[in-house]
């Protein structure tokens, strides 16, 4: 059995788009503040969508403090190159001059896997980073790309590796390789929906991780419809007994009762496929997509239990 998430240094979220990855992965880093850890919530890609939901603006590239204990980021590849070279090279009118004018630059671009290596080299950079001599944070949560780019960031560093030999670019990706492929100091959690489409690239996507599954620490079931009225086999003759009296009325609260079980279904059908994985914890459907700070809260004391 994988060690918990509350003894990993980082954490990558992943999952496919619209599922919700975002949502857990604040959740997750609020739970992990509210226990008493200092923790970096990373977004990739320049997404800047964490400080909104804590009411401020982003300072992209620079840490910014949210709530107690929580601090948060976006990271580019552009600025992760940027700050990379700058520790190698000391001198930002070279890197300037041959990182980033109009010949050079789009080669430097489209050196394959790059900009994941570097946006994990962030990552990596934060887990190291101290103050005073103790880690500057005890968890680094990751908002990773969705599914397939996901699995193609685990592996840039491997990948980096492979295509240059040896060298400080090769020399660099395997310090990361060793933080990314160690599990017990990097954990994957996969989030999925019910639906086919996110429940199939989620299984997919372990399937494909080989060796690496062993990172997996478990998943997260969003949007997940509560049945707080009789069990299937209960609503069976009740249904019967409704249909008998007729109405117009009627028949479409049993309609809504009947699609509410295909719900229901469904997501005992994925919690089934999604076992695997480990743990699975369910986050509820919410009716509107702007939640409030107190639902936050709520999801984070549902995910407190993989810390």
Known sequence: MPPALGSRRVVLVSGKGGVGKTTVSVALALAAARLG????LCETQGATRVP?????PSKGYEPMQVATNLDTLSIT???AIEEYVLLQLHFHRLYRMVFRNRIMGPFVDA???????????????AERETVNGRPRWDLVVVDAPATGHGLTMLGAPRA???LTGSGPFHDNAKLIADLVEDEARTALLLVSTAEEMPLRETVDL???LGDMRRLVG????NEVH???VPSPEAWSAERAALLAQGGGDVHAAIDIVDDELRSVSRQADARDRLAPLGTVLDLPFQFHRDLSRAEYESFATALEVLL
Do not use: S, T
Not at 37 to 40: A, E, G, P, S, T
Not at 52 to 56: D, E, L, N, T, V
Not at 111 to 125: A, E, I, N, S, T
Not at 218 to 221: E, I
């Open 160 to 162: 980096m590796m492979d």
């Open 77 to 79: 590849p552009e600025a």
């Open 111 to 125: 050196v394959p896997g790059l900009h994941d290596l570097v946006q994990l080299g962030k990552v990596w950079f």
């Open 206 to 208: 372990y399937a494909r």
């Open 37 to 40: 850890k200092r923790v970096l």
């Open 218 to 221: 478990g998943a997260v079931l």
């Open 226 to 228: 509560p049945w707080p």
């Open 52 to 56: 909104a939901i804590f009411g401020r």
